[in-house]
C-alpha cells in the first residue's frame, strides 16, 4: 500500500540527465500535452492576470524557474500578445537537453530567452523579475530544500511568485494511471506522473511553507485536477 500521509522522495526518472535529447523531448511533449488538457498552464496564466491588475506597467518581466521545454512560456506569451500586453520572459533550467528543444520550439518568439542557471546561486540583482513562475517543479525537492527556493522566490520577484503543483491524492493517482494509458506514449512519463503525485502536496503543507515567507502575503487554492496554485505577493505599502 501507498502511504499518502508523507511525500515520496523518489527521483522521477525524467531527471537523469543522460537521458538523450530526443527521449527527453517525447516525454517533455507527453508531459506538456498532459498539462494543458488538465487545464494547467491556463491556471498559471489566470493568476498573473490577477497578479498584473491594475498595476498598469508598460511591461513585465516573467522568469520561468525549472521551464522544461518552454511550453508554459509560449501559452503566457501568447496570452500576452492576445491582450497587447508586453511580457520579455526567462525560462531557467538545468538541463541543456531540455533548454534546447525550448529555444528550438520558441523560435518564433522573440519575448523569451533561456538560460542555464542554478537558480539557488542567483543574486538578486542578477535575474530580478516581476513575476516568478513554478510550475511542477517543486514537488522536485525535499521538504529541507524548499524553504530556500521560497526565499529565493521571494528575493527575485518584485510583484510575486505563482506555484502550480501537484496534490498528494490516492484518488488523483487512480485516476492518472487510466489518463496516462490513453493519453501518453512514453513509459517514463507515465512512471514519472506517478511519482510525481506521491511527492506532491498536502494543504497544510503548502501553508507550513508560507509561514516562513511573512513579508509576502499568500493565497493558496485547490483547482481542478488536483493541484495547487499558490499566489505569493510582495506586500505594498498601504
Request: proline content about 3%.
Amino acid at each position: 500500500m501507498i502511504d499518502f500521509n508523507k511525500r515520496c522522495a523518489d527521483t522521477e526518472l525524467m531527471d537523469d540527465l543522460s537521458l538523450n535529447k530526443s527521449h527527453l523531448k517525447q516525454i517533455l511533449f507527453d508531459i506538456d500535452s498532459a498539462n494543458r488538457f488538465l487545464n494547467g498552464n491556463n491556471l498559471t496564466i489566470q493568476a498573473i492576470h490577477e497578479l498584473i491588475k491594475g498595476l498598469n506597467q508598460k511591461s513585465y518581466t516573467i522568469l520561468d524557474m525549472g521551464c522544461g521545454n518552454g511550453s508554459m512560456l509560449r501559452s503566457v506569451v501568447l496570452w500576452a500578445r492576445k491582450h497587447s500586453i508586453l511580457f520579455e520572459c526567462t525560462g531557467v533550467d538545468l538541463n541543456e537537453k531540455s533548454l534546447a528543444i525550448a529555444r528550438e520550439a520558441s523560435s518564433d518568439f522573440p519575448e523569451i530567452r533561456y538560460i542555464k542557471q542554478d537558480i539557488l546561486e542567483l543574486q538578486p540583482d542578477e535575474l530580478p523579475c516581476d513575476i516568478l513562475l513554478c510550475t511542477l517543479t517543486v514537488h522536485h525537492f525535499n521538504n529541507e530544500q524548499i524553504p530556500q527556493f521560497l526565499k529565493q522566490f521571494s528575493k527575485l520577484s518584485r510583484i510575486g511568485f505563482i506555484i502550480n503543483d501537484l496534490q498528494r491524492s490516492p484518488l488523483a493517482y487512480q485516476l492518472f494511471k487510466v489518463f496516462s494509458a490513453i493519453f501518453m506514449r512514453t513509459d517514463i512519463a507515465k512512471k514519472d506522473g506517478l511519482t510525481s503525485i506521491q511527492s506532491g502536496f498536502k494543504k497544510e503543507e503548502l501553508k507550513s511553507f508560507s509561514e516562513k515567507i511573512p513579508e509576502m502575503e499568500h493565497d493558496i487554492a485547490w483547482k481542478w485536477a488536483f493541484r495547487y496554485v499558490w499566489v505569493a505577493q510582495q506586500k505594498r505599502p498601504i
